[in-house]
C-alpha cells in the first residue's frame, strides 16, 4: 500500500492521559501536514512539515500539544494532558514539493472521556 | 485571510440524477488552487478534483466536473448519473500560501444522501 496511513484508527482515553498518533506519509513525499476535524466540521491546520522541519504551526496547537518528524519520514503528533475538547479525528496529509495532490490518511478518531 | 463557503448543509440527489456542490472562495492572491475532497463514513479524505485559477477550461474527472467561475469566486462541484455509493461528505478547499509553503483551508462541508 503506498498511501499514507495513521496509527491508531481508533483511540480512547481518560481525560488527563497523554496520547501519540502516527502518520507515515508516501515515502517520496518530503511534505507532511496534521489536521485536526471536529464533527460537522471541516478539517482545520495543525502543523506543517518540510522533510523533518517544523515550519508552520497553528495557533490551535496549544503547549499540550506536539509534532515530530525526526527523520523526515513518519511523524508522530503526541497531545498531553488531554481535555474532553480534544475529541476530534486527527488527520494527517502528505504532499510531494511541487505537486498539486494532497494524499491524506484514514486518520486517528481520539475520543477523550 | 482566505476563506471558503460551502452554503448547503445537506443536500439530496435522486440515484442517476446530477447535482451541485456550492462553493465560494474569498482571495487577494492573484494565484490559487481549488480543491474538492469526499469523506466516507469511513474517514478517509479522497481527492476528487483540482482547478487552478489560471486554467483556462474547467476541470473534469469522470463524473466530477468543477463549474468554476472566477469573477463570481465560485468553484462548484458538478456529479453527474449520481450512485449511491456518492453519499458522503463533500468539502471545499483552497490551496493558501505561506511564507513557509502552502496548506489547505477547508470549507464546512456539505453531506450528500443519494436515494434509490
Known amino acids: 500500500d503506498t498511501g499514507v496511513s495513521q496509527d491508531p484508527r481508533h483511540k480512547i482515553t481518560k481525560r488527563g492521559q497523554n496520547v501519540t498518533f502516527r502518520c507515515d506519509p508516501i515515502?517520496?513525499?518530503?511534505?507532511l501536514y496534521w489536521y485536526r476535524q471536529t464533527l460537522g466540521q471541516g478539517p482545520e491546520f495543525l502543523t506543517y512539515?518540510?522533510?523533518?522541519?517544523?515550519?508552520?504551526k497553528s495557533r490551535l496547537l496549544s503547549d499540550r500539544f506536539s509534532a515530530e518528524r525526526p527523520k523526515g519520514s513518519f511523524s508522530t503528533l503526541e497531545i498531553q494532558r488531554t481535555e474532553q475538547g480534544d475529541s476530534a479525528m486527527y488527520l494527517c496529509?502528505?504532499?510531494?514539493?511541487?505537486?498539486?495532490?494532497?494524499?491524506f490518511g484514514s486518520g486517528t478518531r481520539l475520543t477523550v472521556v | 485571510a482566505q476563506k471558503i463557503t460551502q452554503t448547503q448543509p445537506g443536500m439530496f440527489v435522486q440515484e442517476k440524477e446530477a447535482v451541485t456542490l456550492d462553493c465560494t472562495y474569498d482571495?487577494?492572491?492573484?494565484?490559487?488552487?481549488l480543491f474538492w475532497y469526499k469523506q466516507p463514513s469511513s474517514g478517509e479524505m479522497i481527492f476528487l478534483i483540482y482547478?487552478?485559477?489560471?486554467?483556462?477550461q474547467n476541470a473534469t474527472e469522470g463524473r466530477y466536473s468543477l463549474n468554476f467561475q472566477k469573477a463570481r469566486k465560485s468553484a462548484n462541484l458538478v456529479i453527474s448519473a449520481s450512485q449511491l455509493g456518492d453519499s458522503a461528505m463533500y468539502f471545499c478547499?483552497?490551496?493558501?500560501?505561506?511564507?513557509?509553503?502552502?496548506?489547505?483551508?477547508f470549507g464546512a462541508g456539505t453531506i450528500l444522501r443519494v436515494k434509490s
Open positions: 496529509a502528505s504532499l510531494a514539493g511541487g505537486a498539486r495532490g494532497y494524499t
Open positions: 515515502s517520496e513525499h518530503n511534505r
Open positions: 512539515f518540510q522533510n523533518e522541519a517544523q515550519l508552520e
Open positions: 482571495t487577494s492572491d492573484p494565484s490559487y488552487g
Open positions: 482547478q487552478g485559477s489560471y486554467d483556462q
Open positions: 478547499a483552497m490551496r493558501e500560501i505561506t511564507e513557509y509553503g502552502n496548506k489547505l483551508v
